[in-house]
């Protein structure tokens, strides 16, 4: 090993003396070229193109962004930085062979940095002298690419069992893993917060007992990681400041500290420290929560670690009028309303809250939004909400809701009283579970202007579904459980990681036992399924260019006597719709259906989005105008009355862009769709865009959407 060691560094010695002499005989052509011919020089040349050649295991991407030579940029970004403002445009950029060379060290390093020692770079250049243009392309050869033979674990010998199979499970680094520095570094951040969360508050990455070592012999590489663990602490007094609490009686301590999830003398970790401000800042009632914490050093005489928990509580009482915006139904509603919010209501950190909002997408309609044969969509909602933030523990949270609402679609009324219990539970750091009992009477009103056409047997039936309903309040008894996974690395613009959820619904069960005491109870027993994925993906990994796609899933169906009833239908609200802005933007909202009337939904949803981001003011790093996005989208999908119905010829296409701009409380958000392909097509059969006018049918045709945040 001693002489792997000698031979290792002489190796390194050579290597760099190499590198030396190559960037000399690199730069010498470029300064004799530049003495010699005086109309030929090269700060004058603009780059118009930058390439890669032979980089196999690095993406072309991740080599651009190590780069200080630029390509120029296009005529428009030229034109606004040189004749308007430089905040606006971008200037030329032109070719400097010390920044050349020092982009070839750059990548060199990055290379070795990635396990290729034997990596060969060099460039090319072709001059364009009429046009004064320089095209630079860098040739690689990557050569062999070292892995990690061993990897050796120092300092953490005296463990216990279960912080020591934390280590074990899911490294950074493995062994036969390709070589990455970076990796290297991420384990050893991943062990020091396991050590961190395990009592051991001032551990320490040991540097100088630590390396990497590549040895001739295999060109592979053994790893050797230390670390100093200390003594393992224990969480010890908890002060809550008051100071700032003075006019918040009734917030007791105890409220504070059943949203810790350390106690006294328990184990010191960092993670449940985060967990416990994250708690507090989420119960409701506080404008700051602060949780500060001294650690003793190694010398001290102690393993007791105190905490200070500063608290600033929100007024207790609220009164606010609301103006709104939102794409809920996936299209625009304008809204307003007023609000009340007792927080601390009778004690325990309870929130309770009362709201009247009215809320309309057909504006036009004014003032007979809920007039029984008008085409207008409206909604006014009275809800008495109650939130109760620890029930069992700081990780469950309870809800109860009761509401007055009356809904106005096109083709009906319907006014529902509902009553609804809610319990969120936190499973893991990124599992999140819901469950829901909503119990609801529904009194439903059939627009008598509202017309179908007579050959449609599906609307037809839906129609006279409505009729029978008209009859008679639906009751509905739904319970609904979510379990959600979000690993996305922002809640309003994600660029990376994905978010996938499972909803399971049933409804008629409670009636159903209740049958024998409530014969002529009507409802109806149904189940739904619904899936969700999001992905995003940062093509240009710094944030960009970002990639998402969505895919939504969704597929209900009555059980039990209800089945064989025609009159029991699956509620209005509880149906899949689809067109509109969160969905297939080139329709309006409930819009498109495969079979039946769109307005009356259906039982079965497929549909998809794919999205591609560009923050094409990104360069400016202006605080105003690199917060502008551009969106190019696919939107693809329907609904079927029933899973015997789905046809791929059926799913309707629709393409587009927009605007996003980002703001505090998320993207503002304009899309234009038109659509690629329609499954209904005219009678002429232009169903594809390629069929249609382009100007004439398919732009005029168009749909704008407005929205607030991403569309998903």
């Not at 033979?149 to 120092?154: C, E, F, N, R």
Request: with cysteine; charged share 25%; net charge negative.
């Amino acid at each position: 090993m001693c002489n792997d060691r000698v031979h290792d560094y002489c190796f390194r010695v050579y290597h760099l003396s190499l590198r030396c002499l190559t960037c000399i005989i690199l730069i010498l052509p470029f300064l004799s070229f530049r003495i010699h011919a005086q109309t030929f020089q090269l700060g004058e040349f603009e780059v118009s193109s930058i390439s890669f050649d032979g980089n196999d295991e690095l993406s072309t991407s991740e080599l651009a962004a190590i780069l200080q030579t630029k390509e120029t940029p296009g005529f428009l970004n030229k034109f606004l930085y040189n004749s308007i403002s430089e905040r606006l445009g971008r200037k030329n950029e032109y070719l400097d062979p010390v920044i050349l060379s020092e982009d070839v060290a750059r990548l060199r390093q990055h290379y070795e940095d990635h396990g290729f020692h034997d990596a060969e770079i060099d460039t090319s250049l072709v001059f364009a002298v009429e046009s004064k243009t320089v095209e630079v392309e860098f040739l690689i050869n990557e050569g062999y690419r070292s892995l990690i033979d061993t990897v050796i674990y120092k300092g953490i010998e005296l463990l216990p069992d279960f912080a020591q199979n934390e280590i074990d499970r899911s490294p950074a680094i493995e062994k036969t893993n390709p070589f990455v520095k970076s990796k290297v570094e991420d384990e050893v951040k991943r062990v020091l917060l396991i050590l961190f969360n395990n009592g051991y508050a001032n551990a320490r990455f040991v540097r100088d007992s630590s390396f990497a070592m590549r040895y001739l012999s295999t060109k592979n590489y053994v790893v050797r990681l230390a670390f100093k663990l200390g003594k393992r602490y224990v969480f010890g007094d908890i002060t809550i400041n008051r100071e700032l609490d003075s006019l918040r009686d009734d917030i007791t301590n105890e409220i504070i500290l059943d949203q810790l999830n350390y106690k006294h003398l328990g184990i010191y970790s960092q993670q449940e420290l985060k967990t416990s401000e994250r708690n507090l800042n989420r119960v409701g009632i506080f404008d700051l929560a602060r949780i500060d914490v001294k650690i003793p050093p190694e010398e001290e005489n102690t393993i007791l670690v105190p905490t200070e928990i500063t608290v600033r509580p929100k007024d207790k009482h609220e009164l606010a009028p609301e103006i709104s915006i939102s794409d809920e139904n996936n299209n625009f509603n304008l809204g307003t309303g007023i609000g009340y919010t007792n927080r601390n209501f009778l004690g325990g950190a309870r929130t309770f809250s009362t709201r009247l909002r009215f809320r309309t997408q057909t504006l036009r309609e004014f003032p007979d939004f809920f007039a029984r044969n008008s085409n207008s969509v409206a909604n006014v909602d009275l809800t008495f909400e109650m939130i109760q933030p620890y029930i069992f523990s700081n990780k469950v949270k309870g809800t109860w809701s009761f509401s007055f609402i009356i809904e106005k679609q096109k083709p009906y009324l319907q006014k529902i009283v509902r009553n609804k219990f809610g319990f969120t539970d936190q499973f893991a750091e990124f599992t999140m579970g819901f469950l829901d009992w909503t119990l609801e009477g529904v009194a439903l009103q059939r627009n008598q202007t509202f017309q179908v056409d007579s050959s449609d047997l599906e609307s037809l039936k839906q129609l006279r579904q409505l009729e029978e309903q008209e009859k008679r309040t639906q009751f509905n008894s739904i319970i609904s459980f979510t379990i959600q996974r979000d690993k996305s690395n922002d809640i309003f613009s994600p660029s990376s990681g994905f978010i996938h959820s499972a909803t399971f619904e049933e409804s008629g069960l409670l009636p159903l036992l209740l049958k024998k005491a409530q014969p002529d109870l009507p409802f109806t027993q149904f189940y739904r399924v619904i899936l969700t994925g999001r992905w995003y993906f940062d093509v240009t990994d710094s944030r960009f260019s970002i990639f998402g796609l969505k895919l939504k899933s969704g597929f209900e169906d009555k059980w039990g006597e209800s089945r064989s009833d025609p009159v029991r239908a699956i509620p209005q609200t509880h149906r899949f719709y689809a067109g509109g802005g969160g969905s297939i933007r080139g329709w309006n909202s409930r819009d498109l259906s495969a079979t039946g009337d769109p307005q009356f939904g259906g039982n079965v949803a497929f549909e998809g989005t794919m999205e591609l981001r560009t923050n094409i003011l990104q360069s400016l790093r202006d605080d105003f105008l690199d917060k502008l996005w551009t969106v190019l989208f696919i939107d693809f999908g329907n609904v079927w009355a029933e899973a015997r119905n789905l046809q791929l010829q059926d799913l309707a296409i629709a393409g587009g862009f927009g605007i996003r701009y980002e703001t505090f409380f998320g993207p503002f958000r304009i899309d234009y769709g038109f659509r690629v392909y329609d499954p209904a097509g005219d009678l002429s059969g232009r169903k594809w865009i390629t069929q249609r006018k382009l100007f004439g049918q398919t732009f005029r045709e168009g749909i704008i959407h407005f929205g607030i945040g991403h569309a998903f």
